[in-house]
């Protein structure tokens, strides 16, 4: 059976599951008998949209099996299984933004994270890469037309903000015409943005902008100061950190030193027996190693880094040198947050 045929019944789609349980392993009996459910539901009312589309049952069960690795359960909405345009796709566990905004506002660093349609006739200014000032205003016509689709003449972009626990206020924002030409112009590709249940698609786009650029975490720590920079964490790689800024030395083999050049014996000048071997020249300063560790992007240092600006503790590159040694390139990237 290479492709799913249109499913009568649940008990059906039951044996087809249950037939296929011994390729996946499950840590619990509940694990399992939440997958077996969530399957046998899904291929029931949706085995002729599959069928439509060519997709195997054997992809179906996989995606719901790595979705209930993820701790995603379908029968609550959290996901559905999706099959995107392309030459020969495969489906993909589709994450929906109501599970994805309740994740973070689970966060004991977030106080509050929401929405918002921006209305023609609004002032929008950028201050900041997640700073806003927009002066949204009132709305008097309908929301949606009369085909239940958002109503776009009205709409001139969407918002989304993220509160901090301790006030601090982060907010993105990006037009109707910037995220369409970012999701692509083929229509194939924006299906899931102008259908009926499209809405939550705009704010998806915004939140994950958001998310993406927020220069701390939502959900490690529950005190910011907890992911401060602390000098007695390991030394992380540094092979972004270019060789000429450090002398020319190539960090990722330190042990190896240049050896004293030795002096040609001649004939004429033997060395004196009783005279002592020379000491060996100590190796120039610029082949030590740096007092200070490397501050790379992304790495557990530069997070902690992103958190004291956040926080106003570290207010310019010269407070990051005091603890880190700072490339050019990342000189520049802190920039962006000072």
């Known amino acids: 059976m290479n492709e799913l045929q249109k499913i009568e019944s649940p008990t059906t789609a039951l044996a087809i599951v249950k037939k296929s349980l011994p390729i996946f392993f499950f840590e619990s009996q509940e694990n399992e008998k939440k997958f077996v459910s969530a399957c046998a539901i899904d291929l029931y009312k949706r085995s002729e949209e599959y069928v439509k589309n060519g ?68 002032t929008v200014q950028q201050r900041d890469l997640l700073q806003w000032d927009i002066k949204n205003v009132p709305h008097i016509g309908a929301k949606y037309d009369q085909n239940g689709f958002l109503n776009f003449n009205d709409i001139l972009g969407f918002e989304f903000v993220l509160v901090r626990s301790d006030g601090k206020k982060y907010n993105y924002f990006a037009t109707v015409n910037e995220i369409v030409l970012e999701v692509g112009k083929d229509d194939k590709l924006l299906f899931m943005y102008r259908n009926r249940n499209g809405e939550s698609m705009w704010y998806k786009f915004v939140m994950r902008k958001l998310l993406k650029w927020l220069p701390f975490s939502v959900g490690q720590s529950k005190d ?9 964490r390991p030394v992380v790689d540094i092979d972004d ?60 240092e530069w997070r902690g880094v992103l958190a004291s600006i956040a926080t106003g503790q570290v207010k310019s590159v010269a407070d990051v040198r005091k603890t880190y040694a700072v490339s050019k390139a990342v000189e520049a990237e802190l920039v962006k947050y000072l």
């Open 224 to 232: 910011w100061r907890e992911v401060q920079p602390r000098d007695d």
């Open 55 to 122: 997709i195997s049952y054997e992809d179906v069960l996989l995606c719901h099996y790595q979705a209930s690795q993820q701790g995603l359960n379908y029968l609550n909405g959290d996901y559905t299984v999706v099959k995107f345009g392309g030459k020969n796709p495969k489906p993909v566990v589709f994450t929906s933004y109501q599970k994805q905004r309740q994740d973070i506002l689970d966060s004991p660093n977030v106080a509050e994270f929401y929405p918002n349609i921006i209305w023609q006739g609004a």
């Open 241 to 300: 950190v270019p060789f000429e800024e450090i002398g020319g030395v190539n960090l990722l083999q330190p042990e190896q030193q240049p050896q004293p050049q030795q002096q040609p014996q001649t004939m004429t000048q033997p060395q004196p027996q009783n005279q002592q071997p020379a000491q060996p020249a100590p190796a120039p300063a610029q082949h030590q190693q740096p007092e200070k560790r490397w501050l790379n992007i992304d790495s557990e």
